[in-house]
Nanobody, 126 residues
Framework: QVQLVESGGGSVQAGGSLRLSCAASGRTFGSSVLGWFRQTPGKEREFVAGIDRSAITRYYADSVRGRFTITRDNSQDTVYLQMNSLKPEDTAVYYC???????????????????WGQGTQVTVSS
């Protein structure tokens, strides 16, 4: 079991930065593949970034590549999403997620993730 709690959301102007954190509890954090997703009203939850257990492989959605960075600190049981050059279209509720399965690369599908945080709102104004 993995419990996830996000923090760090808020409001920022376009071009600004935010860093989201997701603290995990449970003994299996180091074995978990971690991801960030986001969702806006009326739309499906979409993949933003994913990171494997060893933090070697990282995937990003095309819309955020080059602006967002996912990292993890297994000693602190925490995953981060550094968001730079934010745009109004980045406005959404952001969720961290995890799964524990022997996969080579982090999945970009929300259906692969078994554990979810409660979400944190990010609002980017123009």
């Amino acid at each position: 079991q993995v419990q996830l709690v996000e923090s760090g959301g808020g409001s920022v102007q376009a071009g600004g930065s935010l860093r989201l954190s997701c603290a995990a509890s449970g003994r299996t954090f180091g074995s978990s593949v971690l991801g960030w997703f986001r969702q806006t009203p009326g739309k499906e939850r979409e993949f933003v970034a994913g990171i494997d257990r060893s933090a070697i492989t990282r995937y990003y959605a095309d819309s955020v590549r080059g602006r967002f960075t996912i990292t993890r600190d297994n000693s602190q049981d925490t995953v981060y999403l550094q968001m730079n050059s934010l745009k109004p279209e980045d406005t959404a509720v952001y969720y961290c997620a995890a799964y524990i399965r022997p996969t080579v690369n982090p999945s970009t599908s929300r259906y692969a993730y078994d554990y979810w945080g409660q979400g944190t709102q990010v609002t980017v104004s123009s």
